[in-house]
């Protein structure tokens, strides 16, 4: 992969704790949230700039690797109260989490704040949150080459009308299967993406957990495998990985051409596949630049054949 000059990623979305149990074991108040997971994977690419909040009760230290890896934390709100905590539970079955408890402490009343030295950055990743705040963040920024988004479930049951606003306003969402459907009420994938470029994104990403994702354009469909690992040690942000793989390497080439985007997505892919192999987002941290272009290389394998049938 050839890195250039790359450009500023700012994401916000959730800076969190989480407890999750897998058949592998167990791990109790580790780093977790949409935006920890995306800057650990982006930040092996381009300088990414957060926006979340914490309570007091954060271990505030356990972000330094993130900042020695080049991720601003100048846009990380610390709120009275207590921080964003998860605890789910995978059974054998590791594509969907059990959620067990959910508290949002100061998450609750969080509204982004975009600090000025952020506002200009050529790269916005809205990640899972209210889609009224995504929104919000979108009055707050100037210009960016690339505005993208994530969802839920949640917001799609509760914040639908603000969600199709949002639509308008972005670049490029990425979803589930399961989201694309209920969002745009079509079981086929290439209608639901369909329907979503009709509403504004020039490109949707859908993700199939070990199955691959899709990249849909106006004029094409891209396919990826994920990465066929021997064990998953546990799956949460997998997806934000996967985004911020995607989202960071286009950041450092700057070409947002067709073949590049291509290329991104299996980026993405390859870093979804790194951070399932341990919990939390340690093994985002620990992976150098030779690991990620080595995979990339494999999964480009896995597809690699002769097009041309004998005659």
Known sequence: MTVLTPSAVLVVGSVALDSVETPFGRADDVLGGSGTFFSSSASHFAPVQLVGVVGDDYPVDKLQPLADRGVDLAGLEHATGTS??????YRHDLNSAETLE?????FSNFRPKI????KNAPFVFLANIDPRLQLQVLEQVNKPRLVACDTMNFWIESRRP?????LGHVDLITLNDGEARQLTERNNLVQAARWIMERGPRYVLIKKGEHGAFMFTPSSIFFAPAFPLESVFDPTGA???FAGGFIGYLAATGDLSERSMRRAVVVGSAMGSFAVEKFSNARLLEITRADIEARVQEIAQLVAFDAKLEE
């Open 162 to 166: 603000e969600l199709v606003e949002l």
């Open 115 to 118: 600090p000025e030295q952020f």
């Open 84 to 89: 964003f905590r998860w605890r789910g539970r």
């Open 239 to 241: 997806g934000d990985s």
């Open 102 to 106: 959910t508290h949002l402490g100061v």
